[in-house]
């Protein structure tokens, strides 16, 4: 016997033994039928699952709130918001679903951090509404803030040109909330529907633990009136690194989702970020596990992201083209559903890393007040504005700020 043939019937029991241990139903007992590989057991109902987390941020409300919190920080928070905005960039360029309020549409203009002429943030008990001159919010006689924060007035985005439409239509507003107790410092934050003719609607309320440079946690709900999220997202720094831990239990499904990511900067222009999405839903637990270098320039990114399906090894998806590419585990079939599945476990994993990221945002406020966030904008009496530099040709050109958005002349770090 020749040593192929030898070995044969070795290989073969360690197949075996490989597929018996990923088994995703009954096997039979007789040792001459082999287990089923690793398998989704519902991959629509998965798919279904995570387009609900999506769609969750897919209203009118929550695209204001995406587009003017930048408006109401200070210009440090730049950097984050650029990075917020590069996560919703891959997922929506990889997404299996039209969201028909765009992530990456329109967002404010963040330039670099101008030398603030407040030292402190406003008194409490303001609310600031939108200046279509200036293109800012500023002060107004409006009342209805809380006594320990300020109110900000959100507004139909125009799809031209990316702020408020105008004639000015108020759709809801954010309520910002000294929540400190002690020698610890927390900031609450409402996200308010008012809708015309209708009752007030509270579509995201949450608290952030140490606001300002640095905030700690997240905990608190976000709904679209259909899908509740509960959340609890924790942060960490350390020199070069960021890692943010989330976990999410939707009530009256059997749906849980915790996500870890970690994000380094390799170079001056790349950026890696390492995911880590767990979806555990009717016994069923889909793990998707990422290493994805981004160019922070270009906003091209390369690398993989491998699913298992309890713990046994389902599919690997690899970025660096023009599309995902999907290669199945040894003894695993792909369907189109799979596939379609597996794209949106990718959008899901950077989708959620940005929408997170975008709730903290607010957090910034908290230590001072908000810039001028368009440098080509004249200053108004009232506004919250810097004492801005002259502003360059590069600066004011509006046609790569509205395709670059917060992004524009900011790294993320």
Not at 59 to 66: D, G, K, Q, Y
Not at 176 to 196: E, F, H, I, N, Y
Not at 230 to 258: A, C, E, K, N, Y
Request: charged content about 15%; proline content about 9%; hydrophobic content about 35%.
């Amino acid at each position: 016997m020749d040593r192929t043939l030898r070995f044969r019937p070795a290989r073969a029991a360690a197949l075996t033994l490989v597929l018996a241990a990923c088994a995703t139903g009954p096997t039979d007992p007789a040792p001459a039928r082999l287990a089923q590989a690793a398998q989704l057991a519902n991959p629509t109902a998965t798919f279904n699952q995570l387009q609900a987390i999506s769609a969750v941020t897919n209203t009118p409300l929550f695209e204001s709130f995406t587009v003017l919190t930048p408006h109401f920080t200070p210009a440090s928070a730049a950097p984050s918001v650029a990075l917020t905005v590069l996560s919703f960039e891959l997922a929506t360029r990889y997404s299996p679903w039209h969201r028909s309020v765009p992530l990456t549409t329109h967002h404010a203009v963040l330039t670099r951090s101008p030398t603030l002429r407040h030292a402190t943030a406003p008194p409490p008990g303001r609310t600031f509404v939108w200046d279509p001159t200036a293109n800012d919010y500023i002060a107004s006689a409006d009342s209805g803030a809380p006594a320990t924060g300020q109110r900000f007035v959100l507004y139909a985005i125009s799809q031209r040109t990316g702020l408020p439409s105008d004639p000015l239509v108020g759709i809801g507003y954010v309520d910002l909330t000294d929540r400190s107790a002690g020698d610890s410092s927390a900031l609450g934050v409402a996200l308010v529907g008012t809708p015309t003719g209708g009752p007030a609607t509270t579509y995201a309320s949450y608290t952030i633990a140490g606001p300002g440079a640095g905030p700690t946690s997240l905990t608190g709900f976000v709904t679209d009136g259909t899908t509740r999220l509960d959340m609890r997202v924790d942060f960490t720094t350390s020199p070069g690194t960021r890692g943010v831990v989330t976990t999410i239990d939707v009530p009256g499904q059997d749906l849980h989702v915790s996500e870890s990511v970690t994000v380094s900067q390799e170079s001056g222009d790349t950026t890696r970020m390492r995911t880590d999405l767990s979806v555990v839903s009717g016994g069923e637990t889909v793990r998707a596990t990422g290493d994805v270098t981004v160019d922070t320039t270009t906003h091209i990114g390369s690398g993989s992201m491998a699913v298992s399906v309890n713990d046994c090894a389902f599919a690997t998806i690899a970025l660096g083209g023009p599309d995902l590419v999907f290669t199945a585990a040894p003894g695993v079939a792909l369907t189109t559903t799979d596939q379609t599945t597996l794209r949106a476990l990718f959008s899901t994993s950077f989708e959620l890393f940005g929408t997170v990221r975008l709730l903290v945002v607010p957090a910034q406020q908290a230590s001072s007040p908000p810039r001028h966030p368009n440098p080509c904008a004249p200053s108004r009496t009232g506004a919250w504005s810097p004492s801005l530099p002259s502003s360059s040709k590069r600066a004011c050109h509006p046609e790569r700020r509205k395709r670059e958005g917060p992004a524009f002349g900011v790294k993320p770090v």
